[in-house]
């Protein structure tokens, strides 16, 4: 238990940007969580420098320098006649080369998001004792799994190299369901804990050519070590009469008289696996062409109901296109740009498939001998068929800050 709460307090910082997919199973999945990616609307093609992304460790060795890197965005999320925005740390990351042969990295970064809050539009009526009494229902969730990840790179030859994370899942999530009759809190609360392990495979190849110039090609593929379980405290129904959201004496009943929770433990709640490919094309020095794929597929058993909608999001494939231009290293041509445009389909169980649509736009400036970099990156999505909910638009601005230095890499002269 002391463990559990040193996680949580540790990375409370990431606090979740609410969107309407995160009321489908344990919450939306994050697709990109550094500044440099967002532009791109990519993970395993360059976006960082000209021939490194800092999501794909089978690239990394490429790196003249190691890189401590932090991401922040905002979102702002429009459906029904809701509007949230919100402020979070979306990823923090240290990348180290080792002589242009192999790399190393740790980051943290959110894994799902679960913040969503969803309520009545109208009052609803029912009739107790032959009195009409008014409700309202609002569900909500907060919180959700983090992944910190060991990662490795290593250049097999001058044309081929791989890369692998090692994911360990963990974090929390908050569930409140909220009754409101007659301007009274009927609160019923739960809570989620995840735990699990993931492996990521990468590899890369530069072996091909068009027209003399060359095509990077990558692929990946993320599978379970050990499936995603969760551990769920059930806690007992209360009237929040001081309305703070949370149980205490002044309630009924009172904290001090309530039930211990329920708590039961569900295995294999989550088994994601993922493939993705991409391919990108230099038609001109530091001038890049992309497309990549992603196929994703969730298995798990889902025995545990405490998602806001009774349905989750069982697969989902995406397909990117984006151009970008990057920085000329030690010159006065210090902006990297990026555009894109991508489509996403997600299959939810039981209920139809979401359709999303975006567009991204990203601006990186680099700065010192160190290649210091500044990245801002833009996404807009426009996502149709959410349960309920019906259209969400979504936009979300990023920064990313890079700072290099010669940490453990062999001092050279520039």
């Known amino acids: 238990m002391l463990s559990r709460k040193l996680l949580i307090l540790l990375f409370i910082t990431f606090v979740l940007p609410q969107n309407a997919m995160s009321g489908y199973g344990f919450g939306s999945s994050i697709d990109n969580t550094d500044a440099s990616s967002v532009g791109a609307s990519n993970k395993l093609m360059p976006s960082f420098k000209d021939d490194v992304s800092l999501s794909n460790p089978s ?41 242009q042969k192999m790399a190393f990295g740790v980051s943290f970064e959110p894994f799902l998001s679960r913040e969503v809050f969803i309520n009545d539009t109208t009052k609803t009526t029912f009739t107790f004792d032959e009195e009409e009494l008014l409700y309202t229902r609002i569900n909500s969730s907060s919180g959700g799994p983090s992944k910190a990840s060991l990662s490795f790179g290593y250049k097999l030859n001058d044309f081929g190299s791989f890369g692998t994370n090692l994911n360990i899942v963990f ?87 309530a039930l211990l929770p329920l708590n039961q433990k569900f295995k294999n709640e989550l088994k994601i696996t993922s493939f ?25 058993e889902h025995n545990l109901n405490s998602s806001i909608y009774e349905t989750y999001i069982e697969s989902k494939n995406k397909l990117s296109l984006s151009y970008i231009k990057f920085a000329q290293p030690f010159s006065r041509d210090r902006l990297n740009f990026k555009a894109s445009m991508f489509i996403q389909n997600y299959g939810a169980k039981n209920l139809e498939n979401i359709n999303e649509v975006g567009l991204g736009l990203g601006v990186g400036y680099s700065f010192g001998i160190t290649g210091n970099q500044i990245d801002f990156g833009y996404k807009y999505a426009n996502r149709s068929g959410i349960y309920i909910v019906g259209d969400e638009t979504l936009h979300m601005f990023n920064l990313g800050i890079s700072i290099g230095d010669l940490w453990f890499v062999k001092r050279r002269e520039i």
Do not use: C
């Open 171 to 257: 974090g929390s999530s908050r569930n409140t369901r909220n009754l409101i009759i007659e301007n009274d809190n009927h609160l019923l609360q739960s809570r989620d804990y995840f735990s699990g392990t993931m492996i990521d495979l990468f590899y890369s190849t530069s072996r091909m050519k068009f027209k003399d110039n060359p095509i990077l090609i990558s692929a990946s593929l993320s599978m379970p070590l050990r499936g995603i379980d969760i551990e769920n405290d059930s806690y007992q129904a209360f009237i929040d009469f001081n309305d703070n959201s949370f149980h205490d004496n002044n309630d009924f009943p009172a904290l001090g008289g």
């Open 276 to 300: 993705s490919f991409g391919v990108d094309y230099e038609f001109s020095p530091r001038k890049h062409l992309q497309a990549e794929i992603i196929q994703w597929n969730d298995d798990g």
């Open 59 to 99: 690239t990394w060795h490429n790196l003249l320098f190691s890189y401590f890197n932090t991401s922040v965005d905002v979102q702002n999320a429009n459906f029904q006649s809701s509007n949230s925005t919100n402020f979070s740390l979306s990823s923090v990351k240290l990348v180290i080369p080792w002589k």
